[in-house]
């Protein structure tokens, strides 16, 4: 039986559909077999940043319905033969699906993968519910915002209260020169409030913006970017290895840099 | 105050049902409210849910017996001004009071609720005596209680103790850099915390001060330290 998480977040717009790709991606590079669903009734685009719009033929809802079997919904990715998506309805409001019906679907996917991973939509109304009502561990995303945060504490407590107690906690979007220059929360400050575990940093950078719109997650490059290696990391600490956390503020920690900081405290 | 309320009724417990919030909110502030709280109540206690006008069908009390039952308590009675509730609730089995919704009844000798994990954004507790914290509020978090609040941990949301109108009760926390504090009818916001030793916050006057703990006996007469 696979492991079922949920990559989710509160707050809308801070990565979990990009993470859920990338995450997907690496592990499958690494010799897992992962199911995707979206969960995102109604704004699907995991499917988009797959690069594997043009190959959606049916949806959850019609497998559902029994007018396709499972196996026919999945969308396989050639580039890895390992990753298979289970499209949402593009056109039907949250309401389409039941927490059961997610339920089920995931439960039938994990006979067959090592991984599904759900990406949940923003929010804590009904399509957070069916997002979450599968999972037995959640991935949770924020940026180092503080309404971002404020939304992600909500959503621990929601988490912890459905019964779902391995929650990891992604921070993305970070930019060192702005930690540095206080204008931006630490690590260490959405650490403090949240109390859960990280499963890694992510770095704010245009590349994953690039990836996003080409539909190539970063992962599947050759040379992996500071982000590729960021998600990769990420993927390696799902599997049960010790990976230290990158240092994002390498590039920024020279003397000078810890210099004005010294200056500035 | 959207809060749910749990507090010694006539027979057990009365639940009463804040009416603004939709059932989905609702259904998570019940589940977060039994998880967070140690049980105060005795075991198999029989339980009045208080609904007011709100609508609850066969399905609404299924999953509330059911949430119930995992904290051993058993629904008995329900009080409310709907008669498609009443209906619902009387095929269910319980026994059914019509009219409208009581006032709360204060009482002074119910048991602290104690809760052992982090208050976090979006949660509202509240209970009609004292509240003991393991933990921290975080911003974004709600504690109320008509008795005192002790915080075993950083208060950074709002705490109101004495909410029916009390101003002797007191709110102590490890760390005090709450976000609102209340006490009876006064309110106060707490200056950005520099301090790290646990304070007491009391109403002297017509002011909420605040005291370093290891000062609090001293300056205040009969005080708790
Ligand atoms: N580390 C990053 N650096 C730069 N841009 C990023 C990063 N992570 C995500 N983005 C960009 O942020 C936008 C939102 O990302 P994404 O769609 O993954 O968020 P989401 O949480 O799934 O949003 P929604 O709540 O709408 O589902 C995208 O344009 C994406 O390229
Ligand atoms: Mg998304």
């Known amino acids: 039986m696979g492991r079922i998480i949920v990559i989710t977040s509160g707050k809308g717009g801070v990565g979990k559909t990009t993470t859920t790709a990338n995450l997907g991606m690496a592990l499958t590079r690494m010799g897992r077999t992962v199911a995707l669903m979206d969960?995102?009734?109604?704004?699907?685009?995991?499917?988009?940043?797959?690069?594997?719009?043009?190959?959606?033929?049916?949806?959850?809802?019609?497998?559902?319905?029994?007018?396709?079997?499972?196996?026919?919904?999945?969308?396989?990715?050639?580039?890895?033969?390992?990753?298979?998506?289970?499209?949402?309805?593009?056109?039907?409001?949250?309401?389409?699906?039941?927490?059961?019906?997610?339920?089920?679907?995931?439960?039938?996917?994990?006979?067959?993968?090592?991984?599904?991973?759900?990406?949940?939509?923003?929010?804590?109304?009904?399509?957070?519910?069916?997002?979450?009502?599968?999972?037995?561990?959640?991935?949770?995303?924020?940026?180092?915002?503080?309404?971002?945060?404020?939304d992600a504490d909500r959503v621990v407590g929601l988490l912890e209260a459905h019964g779902i107690r391995k929650i990891a906690l992604i921070v993305n979007r970070i930019r060192p020169q702005m930690v540095q220059a206080n204008n931006m929360m630490s690590v260490a400050d959405v650490q403090e409030i949240l109390a859960i575990p990280l499963a890694g940093l992510v770095p704010d950078d245009e590349r994953v913006i690039i990836s996003t719109n080409r539909g190539e997650p970063l992962v599947l490059e050759s040379n992996l970017s500071l982000p590729g290696i960021a998600f990769s990391n990420i993927a390696r600490r799902l599997e049960g290895e010790k990976v230290p956390l990158l240092d994002l503020d390498a590039p920024y920690n020279t003397l000078i840099g810890r210099l004005r900081r010294f200056f500035n405290r | 105050m959207t809060c749910l309320l749990v507090q010694p009724g006539a027979a057990g417990l009365d639940l009463t049902l804040p009416p603004e919030l939709d059932w989905s909110h609702l259904q998570d502030l019940l589940q977060q409210y039994f998880q967070l709280s140690e049980a105060w109540w005795l075991p198999q206690a029989p339980v009045r849910v208080v609904c007011g006008a709100r609508i609850l069908d066969g399905e609404h009390w299924q999953w509330l017996s059911g949430l119930l039952q995992k904290q051993k308590l058993i629904i008995t009675t329900v009080q409310t001004e709907a008669r498609a509730t009443a209906v619902a609730a009387a095929m269910a089995g319980y026994s059914v009071e019509q009219g409208i919704m009581p006032p709360p009844t204060a009482s002074a000798t119910l048991p602290a609720l104690y809760l052992d994990q982090a208050v976090r954004a979006g949660v509202e507790i509240r209970h009609p005596g004292t509240v003991v914290l393991v933990g921290d509020v975080n911003p974004g978090g709600c504690l109320v209680a008509d008795g005192d609040i002790l915080v075993w941990g950083r208060l950074r949301g709002v705490a109101h103790a004495g909410a029916q109108g009390d101003s002797r009760r007191l709110i102590m926390a490890l760390e005090m850099a709450a976000t609102q504090l209340r006490i009876g009818e006064l309110v106060a916001r707490t200056p950005p915390s520099t301090a790290f030793y646990p304070e007491v916050a009391c109403v002297q006057g017509d002011a909420i001060v605040l005291y370093p703990a290891r000062d609090f006996g001293r300056t205040t007469p009969g005080g708790v330290f």
């Open chain 1, 39 to 150: 969960a995102d009734f109604g704004l699907r685009n995991l499917d988009l940043l797959l690069g594997l719009e043009n190959r959606v033929v049916y949806t959850a809802l019609e497998v559902l319905a029994g007018d396709c079997r499972l196996e026919q919904a999945l969308v396989r990715d050639k580039r890895q033969p390992g990753l298979a998506l289970l499209p949402a309805a593009q056109n039907r409001n949250k309401d389409a699906i039941t927490p059961e019906q997610m339920q089920q679907l995931a439960e039938l996917l994990t006979e067959k993968f090592d991984y599904v991973l759900i990406d949940c939509p923003a929010g804590i109304e009904s399509g957070f519910k069916n997002a979450i009502a599968p999972a037995q561990e959640a991935l949770l995303v924020t940026t180092p915002e503080i309404a971002a945060v404020r």
